[in-house]
Nanobody, 124 residues
Framework: QVQLVESGGGLVQAGDSLRLSCAVS????????MAWFRQVPGKERKFVAA????????EYVDFVKGRFTISTNGARDTVWLQMNSIKVDDTAVYYC?????????????????WGQGTQVTVSS
């Protein structure tokens, strides 16, 4: 079994920076890619960023390009989302996800494992 646990969310001001962390434990070897999604009440879960664990290649939704960075450690048991120049519209619950295929996907139902989410609230 695979477990993903997010941390690092909180209340921040617009323009500030925040780093989210996702700790991966259990049967980690079948995981090929990791991603961050976010969701606000009444809305669908939306893709934010993804990274391939094999080569570190990354993909981002246009709204966060140049502001957010996804990264992993050498052991590939941790994934971070560095959020800079954060905006009020970034307010959401952020979820870490893992995929057991090597290609990056932006579709939530193509990810196999999910964390419980961590709330990010951005004030004006």
């Amino acid at each position: 079994q695979v477990q993903l646990v997010e941390s690092g969310g909180g209340l921040v001001q617009a323009g500030d920076s925040l780093r989210l962390s996702c700790a991966v434990s259990g049967r980690t070897w079948p995981i090929y890619s990791m991603a961050w999604f976010r969701q606000v009440p009444g809305k669908e879960r939306k893709f934010v960023a993804a990274i391939k664990k094999s080569d570190g290649s990354q993909e981002y939704v246009d709204f966060v390009k140049g502001r957010f960075t996804i990264s992993t450690n050498g052991a590939r048991d941790t994934v971070w989302l560095q959020m800079n120049s954060i905006k009020v519209d970034d307010t959401a619950v952020y979820y870490c996800a893992a995929r057991t295929r090597p290609d990056i996907s932006t579709v939530p139902n193509e990810y196999d494992y999910w964390g419980q989410g961590t709330q990010v609230t951005v004030s004006s």
